[in-house]
């Protein structure tokens, strides 16, 4: 059977690949203008050689130690059946052909994909939207199947909409601001296309999309890594939009942290949820977007400000996150033990953390091996909660150092029911339930206890997990999440999420043909059948950024 025509596969070629600065010394960047030759070195030639080495300690059984740097598999033969000798699981043609179906076209070329394709649903919403955030798994498993150009449209259009003027009431919004979500309105008559997009101005509660921005320069990366074509990224509109976004983040105000203040339901969790602050989730993409931003940016008169200024905010933001932010059992149990009202310099418990405050699960929830970046960090409030996307972006960034990254994949591993339960994986965890729930989300009736964006189980996280997987050499963990979605996944009509403790139930409004969980498992599977695409997506630690303290013990173990 012609493999690339039952998956919906394209043949690719070779990819070429741009060279990181995160291969070098960050205060070099300083006073040194970046080389072309940089170039030479390709990123997915080192992780490669680094993979191997991971994965042959792992369990990766269907990878082989042929697997040479720099090569990539062709899809003549989709990977796997090339490698395992059996056929891609039925699903993923399937998959395929949902993912197609939800592409939204502008004048003839596509621009992106609808968040949910589901006519059974009696309500709409903004399902029928291109999510700026939604779009990057689809992105993502396009890129990895050499379809680059839906990829480049979606970029140039979004980019296009960041210059509009945007305005909620009387007021303006900052020049940066990407779109949450955009809609083509086709007019059969006039046999003409246009754009609405939202900012804010029409979401529910009204709250800018913090994520959109930083997915944006993710997904620029992403794709000059993937092609090797850096004419886009070089272009002045592309340079200038980077910029543009980081202004928002770096500007100075009133801030006493590196971390980004943000307002509730301002990303993945678009809702009031108790993560207004310094939500990890933003904190990990910020972090993320930054080092993006830095192998992207040209030396040029602007470019060289706002790199001095990254280079700034990168080292004290993984300072404050690595150490602030960072829990486990060694960590916990200093917290409990905390004295409180200290003042000045020497203050032990710096921002004042009441130990009565620390909510009973995580005592029995934190392993003696494992950690985790805490959901927010601020004056006198912790939120020990786990978020699933805060904490493998900070894997992929290489926001946590090597062993927080070990330490976060064995608590993954230790609490796989809490964390994985039986569909992958909890967005949040735990669910906040009765008093607290009034208080928290003010009584919202779709974010009750293990729903939703309250400990929901999303279809879609399983690419991220996969990829975390692949980076820290177990990419057995992503085997076993990826059998879980396959026993209910396509059955159940591709939910956005489902509920329940374990993760038993379709969510109660969740939509089917939801874009995300369709594309998040296309994307999971492909990484595995072929850990190289994983350079796309991942960053190197950088030596710069290592932490001057080391608190824990599970670091060492
Ligand atoms: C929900 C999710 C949000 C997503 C949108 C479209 O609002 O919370 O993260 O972008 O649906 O799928």
Redesign the pocket.
Known sequence: MDGAKVTGLRNVSSTCSISETEDFDLSRLLDKPRLNIERQRSFDERSLGELSTALSRGALDSYETTHSPGWRSGFNTPASSARNSFEPHPMVAEAWDALRRSLVYFRGQPVGTI??YDHASEEVL??D?V?V??FVPSALAFLMNGEPEIVRNFLLKTLQLQGWEKRIDRFKLGEGAMP??FKVLHDPVRKSDTIVADFGESA?GRVAPVDSGFWWIILLRAYTKSTGDLSLAETPECQKGMRLILTLCLSEGFDTFPTLLCADGC?????RMGIYGYPIEIQALFFMALRCALSLLKHDAEGKECIERIVKRLHALSYHMRSYFWLDFQQLNDIYRYKTEEYSHTAVNKFNVIPDSIPDWVFDFMPTRGGYFIGNVSPARMDFRWFCLGNCIAILSSLATPEQSMAIMDLIEERWDELVGEMPLKIAYPAIESHEWRIVTGCDPKNTRWS??NGGSWPVLLWLLTAACIKTGRPQIARRAIDLAETRLLKDGWP?YYDGKLGRYVGKQA?KF???SIAGYLVAKMMLEDPSHLGMISLEEDKQMKPLIKRSSSWTC
Do not use: K, L, P
């Open positions: 968040a949910a903004n399902y939207q999510f955030r939604d949450a979500s529910i990303s993945m969790i678009d809702r939703y964006h956005e939509r939801q874009t995300w």
